[in-house]
């Protein structure tokens, strides 16, 4: 493929253009090229080139353009050339270049899909084929492929170009030489790119190897990007998975607050309700002349925690009213039976040691369990 600083390049851009010598362009190449360069933000082709590509003439700022710096439509029968010197004009059909025109000419609905420059994918090619062979329409050309694919056109094999008749012979660079085993390749090439129509998801190297093309995503870095992310998410689920089913197998451990705990000495309290410990273990410390015991803040109706009222000298239930005494004993609202006490002893210390997980209760209309051992403390 033609590089656009190709040494003879001197006031234009070759773009995918085959470098002169060439052969005649047909208007499809032309308009893929003129395509190309408005994707690419290059100078397009000028009316004089397109006249010079369509005769196979060097563009006017090529190597070789000094010759036909203006237009050159169709020459002039030659008055007496000589029979070795010029060859008699080929057909254009017959001089299409293979790797462009390739099997066919591109199709208008073709050409206007490549002149809006998007670049097709190969399975978007693949689903065009597969609606084609639905609706029993021609199938793509491999020359309308190409261009979809937005790939350059090939150059022209290097036979040298038949003279135009009437055009001045002008000495010009060498053709490259071809040889049988170069050609070979090239051909061998051209069948391993050829598109197979069916996409071969997952084609394995002996198919590879047969020239079937694997049709699927290039491998560029936006693919390649794509994919590491694809991948990364897959494993992130399954480690995130991983880690879920194993911490299945592990003891599930619930931190409850002690129920057995120490508060203090006895000559700490003094005579009445002490609610200090009402926000940590839930009780107040009641103190009378003769006992310590230990009320535990629920109201026996349904568990509301009640409220002390020292003014009023009484715990007073803020859900549905129930009162008690300073010692916990029920006179008014629903609660059916006075507020629980919990078990006190002595520690080895002298403190005082609260089992709440124990408690003493006196239900309705029945023996009261506050003068339990263990109920209360004597003072
Ligand atoms: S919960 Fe205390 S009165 Fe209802």
């Not at 007073?316 to 029920?330: A, F, L, Q, T, V």
Request: aromatic share 8%.
């Amino acid at each position: 493929m033609a590089d656009e600083s190709a040494e003879g390049i001197q006031n234009g851009i070759l773009g995918h253009l085959p470098p002169w010598p060439r052969k005649e362009l047909n208007n499809s190449v032309i308009a893929m090229e003129q395509a190309y360069r408005q994707r690419k933000g290059l100078p397009l082709l000028t009316d004089a080139d397109i006249e010079c590509l369509k005769a196979g003439q060097p563009m006017p700022w090529e190597a070789g353009g000094a010759v036909s710096s203006a237009p050159a439509p169709a020459a002039p029968a030659p008055t007496t050339p000589p029979a070795a010197a010029v060859a008699p004009a080929a057909p254009v059909s017959a001089l299409a270049a293979p790797g462009v025109g390739g099997n066919g000419n591109i199709s208008e609905e073709v050409a206007k899909w490549v002149a809006q420059g998007k670049k097709w994918s190969k399975s978007a090619i693949a689903a065009e084929q597969a609606r084609r062979n639905r609706k029993s329409l021609a199938a793509l050309t491999e020359a309308e492929i190409t261009a979809l694919l937005g790939e350059p056109a090939a150059p022209a094999p290097a036979a040298a170009p038949a003279p135009v008749a009437g055009a001045v012979p002008v000495a010009r660079p060498a053709a490259p030489v071809v040889t049988a085993s170069a050609a070979a390749s090239v051909a061998r090439a051209g069948e391993s790119t050829k598109y197979v129509g069916t996409p071969a998801v997952g084609t394995s190297k002996a198919a590879a190897a047969g020239g079937v093309a694997a049709v699927g995503p290039e491998d560029n870095e936006v693919n390649r990007a794509r994919r590491r992310m694809v991948w990364a998410s897959v494993g992130a689920f399954l480690t995130a998975w991983l880690v879920a089913f194993f911490r299945f197998f592990l003891p599930r451990t619930l931190f409850e607050p002690a129920t057995s705990f120490k508060i203090g000495y006895p000559e700490e309290y003094g005579l009445g309700v002490d609610t200090k410990w009402q926000q940590k273990y839930r009780i107040w410390v009641d103190r009378t002349p003769d006992r310590m015991f230990v009320i535990y803040a629920r109201c026996t109706h349904l568990g509301c925690t009640p409220d002390w009222k020292p003014s009023e000298n009484k715990f007073k239930c803020p859900c549905h009213g129930s009162g008690y005494d300073s010692e916990g004993i029920n006179f008014e609202g629903p609660a059916p039976r006075p507020m629980d006490r919990a078990h006190v002893e002595k520690a080895p210390d002298g403190q005082i040691l609260v089992d709440v997980s124990k408690l003493y209760q006196w239900p309705k209309g029945q023996p009261s369990q506050f003068n339990d051992d263990g109920s209360f403390l004597s003072v």
